[in-house]
């Protein structure tokens, strides 16, 4: 069992080693925003970027799912023909509606654009084309996980990464472009992706149409896609409804400016589900599959609570390290937001409950539950946001997206147990929330009763006694006890 997780955290580590250097590069764009673009503007490209998620997964029409399901290696024409059908169907949808996009600019432009944001038809007409490229290259990206070429994969993804923000870095601070700098950066980026897959694309595309199998991946991909639309709604949904209930641009920016600061929990999330899909799908015939899919989920828990507690007790050291042309990292105007946190890197967590579980629904291809809880969520979220923001504001944004992830997680496991019981370590997992709820609330007594150094100081004393309780409640077993201390022993030597 042990090599399996060996194996999932290894592929997990090269994954990771790409996002979390690239998403970091990524982050530097937070500070940059909330610095270099009007308040006006950085609405508008949150706006933008909302719609662009949404179209992405219509665009994909559920696609990736149904590539990783049913390529196998045990037919020679099978793999190129289930890429083939995967991508001509992403095609054919990507570019319909994109043209669709590119004549109703004008309206769209209309229903999301502040009278201040000049030009902003033509800045969604060139913001059109970045889903189209994003989906068109996702078939081949999934081709590298689904072949364990995680190094290629990472290193294709670090590299549009930082591209990403050097050209943000050319566009805003070189010829302040604005919104018009995020949207060309982005587009530029997707536009060279595109072009690096296309000699991949050729040699696995095949002038072949399988009705029965381009029917079969249709029929188990569909239903995953307003499960993902879902999704994307329960990310970023809350936005439009936040600008549209408070009339206020600075609130709109200051939740999103403290949202993403959220990013590392996002990040572990993110990178655990790359090496997860491939992972659960290629081991769920293994004698002992629910045993190992149990610890490892009791492995994601702690490392998500050490990322919580991490994040939750430094990041207001982080916002205040010197940023761009000498200013805070973080834009002092959005610092009021900053208690949203840890609430954002909760929802995280339970987001990635939620992808844990939901392995069982692929594995027996009960695809259909999906976006029957992800859709329901998804209606939480947004009644959520109608009833607590004109109370709350972003906070009750942030609580009414918490709410979902945590009713879907909930949900998800409930029907679970019908379609693919794992009998998870709930003892263990209890153990570490709660003494991770225990040491969060023992952080936030110590900030009313002392400040500067020492308060500094009792965070690195609370986040030790929250590594020392591991061993306390003999969280390692014997074996993985003997595993921790021979790499201690290794790093010594």
């Not at 250097?21 to 508008?44: A, D, K, V, W």
């Not at 050097?166 to 992706?193: D, E, K, P, R, Y």
């Not at 000699?199 to 029917?215: G, Q, S, T």
């Not at 100081?457 to 030790?464: E, G, R, S």
Request: with cysteine; proline share 4%.
């Amino acid at each position: 069992m042990y090599s399996k997780i060996k194996k999932l955290g290894s592929d997990t580590l090269i994954y990771g080693f790409a996002t979390i250097f690239g998403r970091f590069l990524s982050f530097l764009l937070t500070p940059m925003y909330t610095n270099m673009l009007h308040t006006s503007q950085f609405e508008f490209v949150i706006y933008l970027y909302t719609l662009i998620g949404c179209v992405t997964v219509v665009f994909s029409f559920g696609m990736e799912s149904s590539f990783f399901r049913f390529y196998t290696r045990e037919h020679s024409d099978q793999p190129r023909k289930v890429f083939t059908h995967a991508f001509y169907v992403i095609n054919l949808i990507s570019f319909a509606f994109t043209l669709l996009i590119l004549f109703s600019s004008d309206s769209i432009a209309a229903m999301i654009a502040n009278p201040e944001v000049r030009n902003a038809s033509y800045l969604i007409k060139l913001a059109a084309f970045i889903p189209l490229f994003d989906t068109l290259i996702l078939i081949p990206m999934g081709f590298l996980r689904i072949t364990e070429q995680a190094k290629k994969f990472a290193a294709v993804r670090f590299a549009m990464i930082i591209l990403t923000v050097i050209l943000n870095f050319i566009f805003l601070m070189g010829f302040n472009l604005q919104a018009q700098g995020v949207i060309l950066a982005q587009l530029i980026v997707s536009l060279i992706g595109l072009f690096y897959f296309i000699p991949l694309i050729f040699r696995n595309f095949i002038n072949v149409l399988d009705i029965n199998l381009l029917i079969r991946m249709l029929k188990f991909g569909f239903p995953t896609m307003p499960a993902n639309l879902a999704a994307i709604i329960l990310q970023i949904g809350d936005r439009p409804i936040l600008s549209e209930i408070t009339k206020s641009s600075l609130q709109v920016a200051t939740y999103q400016a403290n949202y993403r600061l959220g990013i590392p929990m996002m990040i572990f999330v993110t990178i655990f589900e790359y090496a997860w899909k491939p992972f659960y799908l290629s081991n769920h015939q293994e004698e002992n599959a629910k045993v190992l899919y149990s610890r490892i989920f009791t492995y994601f828990t702690l490392i998500c609570a050490l990322i919580f507690l991490t994040v939750s007790l430094f990041i207001p050291y982080v916002i205040k390290l010197p940023g761009i042309g000498g200013k805070y990292f973080i834009n002092p105007e959005y610092w009021e937001g900053i208690g949203i946190i840890p609430i954002v890197l909760a929802a995280y967590f339970f987001n990635g409950v939620f992808t844990n579980i939901s392995a069982g629904f692929l594995i027996t291809k009960e695809t259909k539950y999906l976006p029957l809880v992800v859709g329901f969520a998804a209606i939480v979220n947004i009644a959520a946001n109608f009833l607590l923001i004109p109370y709350f504001g972003y906070f009750g944004a942030a609580w009414a997206t918490f709410i979902a992830y945590f009713l879907s997680a909930i949900l998800i496991y409930r029907i679970s147990l019908k379609i693919y019981p794992v009998n998870y370590e709930w003892k263990k997992v209890g153990t570490i929330a709660l003494t991770t709820l225990v040491i969060f609330v023992l952080d936030k007594i110590s900030m009313s009763l002392f400040d500067g150094s020492v308060e500094f100081f009792i965070k690195i004393l609370l986040t030790a006694i929250f590594l020392y309780s591991l061993k306390y409640f003999n969280f390692f077993d014997k074996d993985e006890t003997v595993i921790i201390k021979r790499l201690f022993k290794r790093s010594k030597n």
